[in-house]
């Protein structure tokens, strides 16, 4: 199914075509219609399956035929749990709206960077992307009215309402238009997301992609018995071994990822660390970095992964296993996408494993493990 058949605008074809999008997901085929009838949608599909785009070019195809509002009344209005993926939804926004007739103004709004500047750009607003919390107080300042918002988007629901995002989120949905679209889009389908779910949509279309397990298909797994205090060594030696040039590795803390980059480093390996600690300037230049490929290791915490979306990324390396197995699909999720394969390798410490043996019973794939005793790593 082509494009052109789901209702889309000859200048939303060209931005497709323009940025070599050839067909439509799973995910997009059925939301891109929905969106456009003004449906309620509840998304559930693993990251990088094109849940942005597919409510991203509908939503820009309704404005078009709306007049838009100007004077800090945003038109939509799109929730998100991180700066990362505030900027990432930002980019897609306006990526795809150079060619529109009637120009659609979209800001990201986020904490950790000064206010002031946020609130001046708000001018004539029509899709505004943000954090709860500096949402609301950008809200308090009257710097932004939610009066006139037509489509309300909850992006990563499953994440913000874990990360206990909830009461800013009732307290932005009760200034809310009653009457409004509203879209949730989620990699997983909590308890805690069925509730909202039944709260704020109305009637909704339901699209779940269930291939989370058959895209594992194309992610090499291979585990390591590796003690704590020998992880950070045969970190290193798998880096040199494989000379991987770009690998993402994921730590548990915001102090275990730090002191993960402060070793790399100390043994001439280029390593930044991202995680909510970060100014949000180290943030943006480390991903940036790590994307165009001129930074070779990249450590993250879980929600920080959130805002990175690599097609070609080769490996992926668990320097701790995260304690739900959804977060470890999401984890190595990061590479063998796009169709290219890609390497997951965790180190898992003896008292992980039993942990480790949930994860690949919840994920339905065996994964070889290796005793690293058994490894000659001079080599």
Do not use: C
Not at 19 to 25: K, M, R, S
Not at 139 to 168: C, P, Q, R, W, Y
Not at 263 to 278: M, W, Y
Request: glycine share 6%.
């Amino acid at each position: 199914m082509p494009f052109s058949s789901l209702g889309l605008s000859a200048a939303l074809l060209k931005a497709l075509a323009d940025q070599d999008f050839t067909v439509p997901t799973p995910i997009q085929e059925i939301a891109i219609p929905a969106i456009l009838s003004k449906k309620d949608v509840l998304g559930i599909a693993k990251t990088g399956s094109g849940k942005t785009a597919g409510y991203v070019l509908p939503i820009l195809m309704n404005l078009q035929q709306t007049s838009l509002v100007k004077n800090r009344h945003a038109n939509v209005l799109v929730l998100v749990p991180t700066r990362e993926l505030a900027e990432q939804v930002k980019a897609v926004f306006q990526n795809f709206s150079k060619n529109l007739s009637q120009s659609v103004k979209t800001l990201a709004v986020y904490g950790g960077v000064s206010i002031n500047p946020q609130m001046m750009a708000l001018q004539g607003i029509n899709v505004l992307v943000a954090t709860p919390g500096r949402l609301l107080e950008l809200l308090n300042s009257n710097a932004v009215h939610l009066s006139s918002i037509e489509t309300l988007i909850l992006d990563e629901a499953d994440k913000m309402l874990n990360l206990g995002f909830k009461d800013d989120m009732d307290k932005i949905i009760s200034l809310l238009p009653p009457e409004r679209q509203n879209i949730l889009l989620s990699a997983t389908l909590s308890n805690d997301l069925k509730n909202i779910h039944q709260i704020l949509l109305r009637d909704p279309v339901v699209i779940k992609i269930e291939d989370e397990e058959n895209s594992l298909d194309l992610i090499k797994q291979l585990a390591y018995i590796v003690s704590d205090e020998k992880k950070g060594p045969f970190l290193r030696y798998l880096i040199h071994h494989h000379e991987m040039k770009q690998v993402l590795v994921f730590a548990s803390s915001v102090h275990q990822v730090d002191a993960i980059v402060n070793k790399l480093r100390k043994n001439n390996i280029d390593a930044k660390a991202i995680h909510s600690k970060k100014s949000q300037g180290s943030r943006t230049e480390s991903l940036m970095l790590f994307k165009a490929g001129k930074l070779r290791v990249l450590v993250a915490t879980d929600l920080m992964a959130r805002g990175i979306d690599i097609n070609f990324l080769p490996f992926v390396i668990n320097y701790e296993l995260p304690r739900s197995p959804k977060d470890y699909i999401h984890r190595i999720g990061r590479t063998g996408r796009a169709e290219a394969p890609g390497d997951a390798i965790s180190l898992v410490s003896p008292n992980e494993l039993d942990h480790f043996g949930v994860i690949q019973k919840k994920m339905g794939k065996q994964v070889e493990i290796v005793d690293s005793e058994t490894i000659n790593q001079k080599n």
